[in-house]
């Protein structure tokens, strides 16, 4: 959860690196909210599911963001975030960027974060 919490308070930090584990449970756990969210909108018989878009306006921003310094950490532009507006293609392209190891070391985005000393 707490990995969740820090994308939440960076929700608009674009630069720097997000390591995969930053990544990967924050889409795990906004993905379990989002279901109970559309259960407990189901049991209360709700036409529109205005929980559930709510929570993804939300969520927007620092889901953008997490996915920008993720890709930083892959030694890619955040530009590639783009991708997100292709269908099926660009977001196999982006599973795959997202799922690829860091740069080790220090890249043009900054420190390694899987190393860094703020732990």
């Known amino acids: ?29 906004s993905g379990i909210i989002s279901t109970i969210l559309n259960v407990i909108q189901i049991m209360m018989g709700m036409e ?14 620092p889901n953008i963001a997490v996915t920008v310094r993720r890709l930083h950490d892959t030694d890619r532009s955040g530009f590639w975030a783009l991708l997100m507006l292709l269908p099926v293609i660009g977001w196999i392209i982006l599973f795959v960027f997202t799922c690829q190891n860091g740069t ?9 974060p899987k190393y860094s000393v703020n732990k």
């Open 104 to 112: 080790s070391g220090t890249n043009r985005f900054g420190n390694d």
């Open 48 to 61: 529109i599911m205005w929980l559930s878009f709510i929570y993804s306006l939300a969520i927007l921003l």
């Open 1 to 29: 959860m707490n990995w969740y919490i820090s994308v939440l308070k960076n929700y608009v930090g674009f630069s720097g690196r997000a390591r995969r584990q930053e990544f990967w449970m924050f889409a795990l756990i």
